[in-house]
């Protein structure tokens, strides 16, 4: 199964965000993080792949089937979905939010199945201390965490995460993406997060896609993408790609000697 996105355009109304975007072929069990300055129009293309915006131009096809014009509804079995913007039912306990989640794709009458699902879920996450927590009672962080636990108890073809570890201390940082990694190598979907570190898209992703001004800029492995001098230009630093003592890729980022002064 593969997941591809050919000379995509979108926008809202008669505003153009994504030009032509093309993602050559994503495969099951692969973890595609989208990088990019804010406003470079990756919401934008995870809505589009999640049938929340339609698409101007341009093509997705997911396993074969083009989906570009293929209802929401329709798509929701297949790809699920976490926004940066989080909400729920204030009156659900956290159990009862991410069984919420998975009835959504699997009719609406209750299975010992579906619950043994929202607990392991909820375990691999660390969550389960909060199972019967009211969603209310949640700080952002433990909601983001849910939110990232709805996603996944789906089991779809398909996880968007649109900066899933925005409001996540450095701990729970790395338990989320340590979990949908695991989820990667147990389920074999293709997972695509839109990260701002660049260093956690770096220790996770097996492939990163740069998106500035709704273009693709580049497309390769994390090693070859955060060497490039674009990296700097998008973001407005200066950068310097170096190793760990353990090997790991780390990218040394600062304001432009002539910012910093200013």
């Not at 659900?92 to 043994?116: H, I, M, S, Y």
Request: neutral net charge.
């Amino acid at each position: 199964m593969t997941l591809s996105v050919e000379t995509l355009q979108a926008g809202y109304g008669r505003t153009r965000i994504l030009k032509d975007v093309s993602i050559p072929a994503m495969t099951a069990g692969s973890f595609v993080g989208l990088i990019g300055p804010n406003a470079a129009g990756k919401s934008t293309l995870f809505k589009s792949l999640a049938g929340l915006v339609t698409p101007t131009a341009g093509r997705i096809t997911l396993g074969g089937d083009d989906i570009t014009h293929l209802p929401r509804r329709d798509r929701v079995r297949r790809i699920a979905y976490m926004p940066q913007a989080y909400g729920c039912n204030a009156l659900l306990t956290v159990f009862e939010t991410v069984l919420l989640a998975l009835k959504q794709t699997t009719g609406w009458r209750v299975q010992g199945d579906n619950l043994d699902r929202v607990a392991d879920t909820l375990s691999a996450l660390g969550l389960s201390h909060l199972a019967d927590r009211g969603i209310a009672d949640l700080s952002g962080g433990q909601a983001q965490m849910v939110a990232v636990a709805q996603t996944i108890v789906r089991a779809p073809e398909v996880i968007l995460l649109d900066e899933p570890t925005s409001a996540l201390d450095l701990h729970h940082q790395l338990s989320i993406l340590t979990s949908v990694r695991s989820e990667m190598q147990r389920r074999q979907p293709v997972i695509m997060a839109a990260l701002h570190d660049l260093n956690l898209a770096a220790k996770f992703c097996d492939r990163l896609v740069l998106l500035r001004a709704g273009e693709v800029l580049a497309d390769g492995t994390p090693a070859d993408i955060l060497a490039l001098p674009e990296i700097g230009e998008t973001y407005r630093v200066d950068t310097d790609l170096e190793h760990t003592r353990r090997g790991a890729l780390y990218v040394d980022a600062r304001l432009p000697a002539a910012a910093s002064a200013a």
